[in-house]
T-cell receptor
Framework: DVKVTQSSRYLVKRTGEKVFLECVQD?????MFWYRQDPGLGLRLIYF???????EKGDIPEGYSVSREKKERFSLILESASTNQTSMYLC????????????FGSGTRLTVV | GDSVTQMEGPVTLSEEAFLTINCTYT??????LFWYVQYPGEGLQLLLK?????DKGSNKGFEATYRKETTSFHLEKGSVQVSDSAVYFC????????????FGTGTRLQVTL
């Protein structure tokens, strides 16, 4: 089974801190994605990547950046955390351009105080 | 742009009741359609999918039929169980967008004994 592992289940950070959320997948998937999940808003795409060192903005990239130096790892960076970035963050990966679906990690619940 | 509209939740049913969760979509191209399920404390899992009009996706007793004429992909199950309690997300991918998924807001299902 493909596994997508997010480094932390729960995080509490202070306003203004730089925050790194890490995601690793173990099945050589080309595509990786970062979403945030908020009640009543569903999942919104922050950034995605089709290959190493490639990144594309999603629907809500403001206040975030990403890094993909290795195929298996996709990092989400909050440059200066703010309270409105308190959310559940979900990482996902998928294979090529085919409709095999995404494999999701278990999520990181980030609270910014 | 592309969008997915799901019925508002929560949906509360007794065990063995019939389930329908409505999903309609708008798409700029020809979409593939998906249902994902999120059990408490977990990431999303692919439940079923359909890639062309009139296809029926099915899994674990759940079914959904891709209806191009009504732009719908309603999720159904004949007899729900307590273990089906979860949040259900409808999603689409338009060909040419390289596997980027657009999600609905999710519908919470609560099944009681």
């Amino acid at each position: 089974d493909v596994k997508v592992t997010q480094s932390s289940r729960y995080l509490v950070k202070r306003t203004g801190e730089k925050v790194f959320l890490e995601c690793v997948q173990d099945m050589d998937h080309e595509n990786m994605f970062w979403y945030r999940q908020d009640p009543g808003l569903g999942l919104r795409l922050i950034y995605f990547s089709y290959d190493v060192k490639m990144k594309e903005k999603g629907d809500i990239p403001e206040g975030y950046s990403v890094s993909r130096e290795k195929k298996e790892r996709f990092s989400l960076i909050l440059e200066s955390a703010s309270t409105n970035q308190t959310s559940m963050y979900l990482c996902a990966s998928s294979f090529g351009v085919f409709d095999y679906g995404y494999t999701f990690g278990s999520g990181t619940r980030l609270t910014v105080v | 742009g592309d969008s997915v509209t799901q019925m508002e939740g929560p949906v509360t049913l007794s065990e063995e009741a019939f389930l329908t969760i409505n999903c309609t979509y708008t798409a700029t191209g020809y979409p593939s359609l998906f249902w994902y399920v999120q059990y408490p404390g977990e990431g999303l899992q692919l439940l079923l999918k359909a890639t062309k009009a009139d296809d029926k996706g099915s899994n674990k007793g759940f079914e959904a039929t891709y209806r191009k004429e009504t732009t719908s992909f309603h999720l159904e199950k004949g007899s729900v169980q307590v273990s089906d309690s979860a949040v259900y997300f409808c999603a689409l991918r338009v060909a040419g967008t390289a596997s980027k998924l657009t999600f609905g807001t999710g519908t919470r299902l609560q099944v009681t004994l």
